[in-house]
């Protein structure tokens, strides 16, 4: 599992009875010597031109199904995992879907951007703009009953979508549409 040679750790290796599995005797020294060998891993891995190297925490998984086989060209990066064992994976050219997305509509969204200017007031911001000057002339119109009287006279002649005319829709009913008169026949 130990990325570094061997023959640079300066501690004890234990082995088990038969001989086949050994084991470094001071986890503290082995741990210094693993993660200088992963650093000196990721300096490598920069050096050749890839954009970033993440190093998750030891134990933390990769999960490849969130992500994207992206080549080093395209952005893609190294992720290295450590077990809590010490055992050590490199994954190269990935990127989350996220970032994999962002990636591909990164270069259309650019141009668009430079295109299209922002609005200086977002779409709820000028509704909330457009309701307060509704109230100002609501309470303005109070002041001059003459005016709103014009108003609504020219919007009764003209028609305006603000302005409905319907005729009432209530009526008298007929001498058999009479609920009380069905009940008792």
Known sequence: MALFA???????????????????ADADLFWQKQNE????KRDTYLNEGWSEVVLLEPGQ??????HEKTPKKKGGKIVITVSHRGE?????????RKEARRAR???EQEETAAKLPRPE???????????HRHAAVRAAMLDHPAVALRLVVAHA???SGLWQVRPEPQRS???????????QG
């Open 121 to 131: 007031v977002t779409g709820p911001m000028q509704n909330y703009i457009d309701l």
């Open 105 to 107: 509509e990164g270069g």
């Open 88 to 96: 050590v994976e490199c994954h190269e050219g990935w990127l989350s």
């Open 37 to 40: 060998a992963i650093a000196t």
């Open 6 to 24: 061997i023959e640079e750790y300066p501690g004890l290796i234990t082995s088990d009875l038969f001989g086949e599995d050994s084991y470094f």
């Open 173 to 183: 009913q007929r001498d058999g549409d009479c609920q009380p008169c069905r009940l």
């Open 61 to 66: 998984y990769f999960h490849a199904w969130d």
């Open 157 to 159: 002649i003209t028609g």
